[in-house]
């Protein structure tokens, strides 16, 4: 049964599709079978892995309206033999305002997944930079979300935001929803800030971000311009051996039997149990970071 896995965080440009791309193509390639779903109507994740932009008669707004099935959309064997791609193009804007007729207009992603999920080993899904009705129908289908954190300015602020919305999903739609991990992008080890976030957010959520760091790599930024994910790229690139390395940390993070570690950034209770944390209920006051963050900038 897959591991489902939604990537998303309403802040936008934090490199979203970035990682569902580059970690669906790098868990394909350790022969994992894997459905990456394109969950915003931007396409970025289509086309990033090498759709072509219009060319697909049916995608996953036609089921989320219930108009189609995932075995109607899926494309198979995209640039790699394991990995499946579910695409979407700008109607699924519409799907947002169409589903709020609908009864159980929450679970339609949910429901629908639960066809083909048997399938693979993960499902990766790339969410808008919004926490609106098709982000919930992400998370109420999800077992775990993944956050991506650019080392930038204000990058903690807004995440309060979206833990509390995380809190509703698992109170009204989905409790077993927990936290896969925080993924550090953009990373610039020149910078006083990029040092700052990271450090920041390894203290507030501890071993769930993940050790691996996304540095700023412009291969990754090329990459999506000729539709191809970065191990295809350039496969030599830091940019494709990170992603390579996040994967393998997914895999061993989500492999029974194996225990996450604790690292030298402090033990979390509950840091011996394998695979996801659940998300704190506590109170988050993430958003008191960014004054801090702000003024830490100041000395660069
Ligand atoms: P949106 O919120 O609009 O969906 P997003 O969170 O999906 O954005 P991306 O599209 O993945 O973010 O990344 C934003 C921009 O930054 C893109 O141009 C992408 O190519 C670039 N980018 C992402 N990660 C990196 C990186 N590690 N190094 C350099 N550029 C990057
Ligand atoms: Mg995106």
């Not at 990766?124 to 109420?140: E, K, Q, R, V």
């Not at 930024?221 to 350039?234: Q, V």
Request: glycine letters at 6%.
């Amino acid at each position: 049964m897959a591991k489902v896995v939604a990537i998303a965080n309403q802040k936008g440009g934090v490199g979203k599709t970035t990682t569902a791309v580059n970690l669906a193509a790098s868990l394909a390639v350790a022969e994992q079978r894997t459905l990456l779903i394109d969950g915003d109507p931007q396409g970025n994740a289509s086309s990033g892995i090498g759709l072509e932009r219009g060319a697909h008669q049916k995608t996953v707004y036609d089921v989320l309206i219930g108009a189609a099935s995932f075995d109607d959309i899926i494309k198979q064997a995209v640039q790699f033999k394991h990995l499946a791609v579910a695409p979407a193009t700008a109607d699924l804007a519409a799907a947002e305002v169409e589903l709020v007729d609908q009864p159980e207009r929450e679970q339609a992603m949910r429901h629908a997944l639960a066809a083909v999920r048997d399938r693979y080993d993960y499902i990766l899904i790339d969410c808008p930079p919004s926490l609106g009705l098709l982000t919930i129908n992400m998370l109420a289908a999800a077992d775990t979300l993944l956050i991506p954190v650019q080392c930038e300015y204000y990058a903690l602020e807004g995440l309060s935001q979206l833990l509390n919305t995380v809190r509703l999903v698992q109170r009204s739609l989905n409790e077993s929803l927990s936290l896969e991990g925080v993924l550090l992008t953009m990373y610039d080890a020149r910078l006083n800030l990029s040092r700052q976030v990271a450090s920041d957010a390894r203290e507030y959520f501890g071993n769930q971000v993940f050790e691996t760091v996304i540095p700023r790599n412009i291969r990754l930024a090329e990459a999506p311009s000729f539709g191809k994910p970065i191990i295809l790229y350039d496969v030599a690139s830091i940019g494709a051996q990170s992603y390579v390395s996040v994967a393998r940390e997914l895999i061993a993070r989500n492999s029974p039997g194996t225990h996450t570690q604790p690292t030298e950034h402090g033990e979390r209770p509950g840091s011996e149990q394998p695979g996801a944390q659940p998300i704190d209920p506590g109170e988050a006051p993430l958003s008191d970071h960014a004054p801090e963050l702000a003024d830490s900038s100041a000395s660069e």
